[in-house]
């Protein structure tokens, strides 16, 4: 079993005979091959995720030494990493009789129940495992954190990860999975500080540069991940998940132009990856190139026509130019993939509301409104379908309702006092007209968008310039 299973340095010994089992069957010829040649052979492959191979190699190395027990728990190992814990369980079901000593068979056979989803009767193998395990305590708690990483179970992870740091406080691999476990427990200062740990002792693990970049993200601390991108990226020129989220992050902080470039760099490494395709669509939308966009987002749907996003930007690329009715068709192609998708729905009520099929629309909004009651932006373009049609009273209806969820905003409360006043009834109006006046002079221009200059009055004109002169 592999301490360490995130680490990818092995010695030239452990190299050498990789290359000469490869070349052996390669070329179908046989060599000798010790035991503890073999266990470094399926070890590699392991710590490789490469199970296919690591299976291989056990089933050839049982072949030749079928009464190691080290092989054995190598394949039971690789029976719970292929997701087989039964067949795992009833291979060391065999042999803990024979060798009932050996802490491995517990070790192995709580990671197996684990998986099974008994996680107390894995505790209490783990039990046993530890109080055999003697001078190899580290080892066997830290397999033990793996074992309950591995069913997202981080605070019982972090605990034996803990343990293990207590006892090889020099042993800085454990900092990785104790920064992991603080990200997936949302305790993401922790996790950076253990990252940061792990890097001063390896500054060179791409790796973990990438992963800080991560939790960085997460913090909404873009800055600090692209230069943790960044430093992936230099110590690997080839990571192209470094490459697509630093494009990403480009794109979070409105850095369009660099992170197409760099979308077009992960495309040197990946170069049929619609999601890039899409998400350079995605830039040059905002950068209102929108013939480049739609390049873009045909492109992705190219090698991906089940990709949602891109049907949806194409949709958003033809609703600017005006083609509503085949927006319409690709937004729904999007919600076909996607039907739950609120920014979809809410793309396509729009659509339907530009085309005057206000049914439609009408029928969308009020699903969305009730998905979202937050949105106010949402809640006005439902208003303002009615607004468009003279139907101040049904407009004036959904934006009291909207309040109701949105009491402070500024915008609900000046398209309500348009609604009264362009209803005549100039009372109500003016009395909430002032209310919003009052509260956020600042944000008046939300009551012209609706009230044209044409419709003011005079009680009007001097309420809202009492205000500015304030």
Request: hydrophobic share 40%; charged share 25%; with cysteine.
């Given at each position: ?6 680490s990818?340095?092995y010695?030239?010994?452990?190299l ?9 069957l390669?070329n ?26 690591a299976?291989?190699?056990a ?36 042999l ?78 454990v900092?990785?999975?104790?920064a ?37 993200n997460?913090k909404?601390?873009?800055g ?38 760099t ?59 005006g ?39 009408v ?64 009372l ?38 009492k205000?500015?002169?304030?």
């Amino acid at each position: 079993m592999s301490y360490r299973r995130d680490s990818f340095w092995y010695d030239d010994e452990v190299l050498n005979s990789v290359n000469r089992y490869e070349d052996m069957l390669k070329n179908h010829t046989r060599c000798f091959f010790d035991v503890h040649e073999f266990e470094d052979i399926i070890d590699f492959y392991l710590d490789s995720e490469n199970f296919t191979q690591a299976a291989v190699a056990a089933d050839y190395a049982a072949h030749i030494y079928p009464l190691a027990l080290s092989i054995q728990l190598r394949m039971a190992e690789i029976l719970i990493d292929k997701g087989q814990p039964v067949k795992a369980l009833n291979l060391l079901n065999k042999l803990e009789h024979l060798e009932s000593g050996e802490y491995g068979v517990y070790l192995l056979r709580g990671a197996a129940l684990n998986m099974m989803g008994k996680p107390r009767e894995a505790q209490r193998q783990f039990v046993k495992a530890i109080s055999m395990a003697d001078e190899n305590k580290a080892e066997v708690l830290y397999n033990i954190g793996i074992s309950f990483e591995r069913i997202n179970q981080h605070k019982v992870a972090l605990k034996y990860f803990m343990k293990v740091y207590a006892i090889e406080p020099e042993n800085y691999y454990v900092f990785y999975d104790l920064a992991y476990c603080y990200e997936r427990l949302d305790d993401l200062d922790q996790s950076i500080a253990y990252y940061r740990r792990y890097l001063d002792e390896d500054p060179f693990s791409e790796h973990v540069w990438y992963n800080l970049g991560i939790v960085y993200n997460k913090k909404d601390d873009n800055g600090k991940a692209l230069e943790a991108y960044d430093f992936a990226i230099a110590i690997d020129q080839s990571y192209s998940s470094a490459h697509f989220n630093k494009a990403n992050t480009l794109s979070l902080l409105e850095r369009y132009r660099e992170a197409i470039d760099t979308y077009s760099d992960f495309l040197e490494i990946e170069p049929d990856n619609a999601a890039a395709y899409c998400y350079i669509g995605e830039c040059y939308e905002r950068l209102e190139e929108c013939h480049l966009a739609k390049i873009h987002y045909l492109k992705s749907l190219s090698l991906d026509d089940r990709f949602a996003d891109a049907w949806f930007g194409l949709g958003m690329v033809r609703s600017q130019a005006g083609s509503y009715e085949e927006a319409a068709k690709d937004i729904l192609r999007a919600l076909a993939l996607d039907k739950d998708n609120t920014e979809y729905l809410f793309a396509l009520a729009s659509a339907y509301a530009n085309m005057q099929q206000y049914e439609k629309a009408v029928a969308l909004f009020k699903k969305l409104v009730q998905l979202i009651t937050g949105d106010v932006y949402m809640w006005d373009c439902f208003a303002q379908i009615y607004a468009k049609q003279g139907a101040f009273t049904e407009a004036r209806k959904i934006i009291t309702e909207a309040l109701h969820f949105n009491p402070d905003s500024a915008l609900l409360r000046y398209r309500l006092a348009a609604y009264y006043l362009l209803n005549d009834e100039q009372l109500q109006g003016l009395t909430i007209l002032e209310e919003a006046l009052n509260a956020n002079p600042e944000e008046s221009d939300c009551f012209f968008d609706v009230f044209e200059a044409g419709d003011m009055e005079y009680e009007v004109m001097a309420l809202v310039n009492k205000y500015r002169k304030k």
